[in-house]
T-cell receptor
Framework: GENVEQHPSTLSVQEGDSAVIKCTYSDSASNYFPWYKQELGKRPQLIIDIRSNVGEKKDQRIAVTLNKTAKHFSLHITETQPEDSAVYFCAATRNTGKLIFGQGTTLQVKP | DSGVTQTPKHLITATGQRVTLRCSPRSGDLSVYWYQQSLDQGLQFLIQYYNGEERAKGNILERFSAQQFPDLHSELNLSSLELGDSALYFC???????????????FGPGTRLLVL
């Protein structure tokens, strides 16, 4: 069935370093891949997304890359700041809109 | 603020009871989604409605049901509640699923359900 695997489950970096979170999806028909950031007790908030006809997308310090052949996509955060500390979720979906989420990555940025 | 509203924010109830969670989508959004977030299960898709019609279903229990009304707000009904139903329930909305630029899902603040 549909599945999204996300790694690592926890990630600790020093302020200013880069952070990379990786996801693999099983449904080859998936064509939309959003990333959400969730702070403790708050709602998930979209930080960046990518469609299957694009290999890479960048928004300031955040970038996402997609490898359709390998069914793999990654989130890259550069120059990390303490306010980047949160849980990050990747997700995948076909045209239905039904989001299949990864298990989440807890990112800790140490000042 | 995403523009998606959910009520109530918190709900404490007993096993065997029935509750109703309510969601109002962003103005103009036609699609509503329900997700369950528990500590050990992450974010799980429950059900999706588009313009009043059920569009997709996840692993939603038979004890759970939902509907979307003509004004596009949605309600999630949970019955015969069990301890394991304790979780955060999120509603999200989008304009048009599957359409580039209109498929972004915006999440509401969630309803925290505690079953004792």
């Amino acid at each position: 069935g549909e599945n999204v695997e996300q790694h690592p489950s926890t990630l600790s970096v020093q302020e200013g370093d880069s952070a990379v979170i990786k996801c693999t999806y099983s449904d080859s028909a998936s064509n939309y891949f959003p990333w959400y950031k969730q702070e403790l007790g708050k709602r998930p908030q979209l930080i960046i997304d990518i469609r299957s006809n694009v290999g890479e997308k960048k928004d300031q310090r955040i970038a996402v890359t997609l490898n359709k052949t390998a069914k793999h996509f990654s989130l890259h955060i550069t120059e990390t700041q303490p306010e980047d500390s949160a849980v990050y979720f990747c997700a995948a979906t076909r045209n239905t809109g039904k989001l299949i989420f990864g298990q989440g990555t807890t990112l800790q940025v140490k000042p | 603020d995403s523009g998606v509203t959910q009520t109530p924010k918190h709900l404490i109830t007993a096993t065997g009871q029935r509750v109703t969670l309510r969601c109002s989508p962003r103005s103009g959004d036609l699609s509503v989604y329900w997700y369950q977030q528990s500590l050990d299960q992450g974010l799980q898709f429950l059900i999706q409605y588009y313009n009043g019609e059920e569009r997709a279903k996840g692993n939603i229990l038979e004890r759970f049901s939902a509907q979307q009304f003509p004004d596009l707000h949605s309600e999630l009904n949970l019955s015969s509640l069990e301890l394991g139903d304790s979780a955060l329930y999120f509603c999200a909305s989008s304009l048009t699923p599957g359409l580039a630029g209109e498929e972004t899902q915006y999440f509401g603040p969630g309803t925290r359900l505690l079953v004792l």
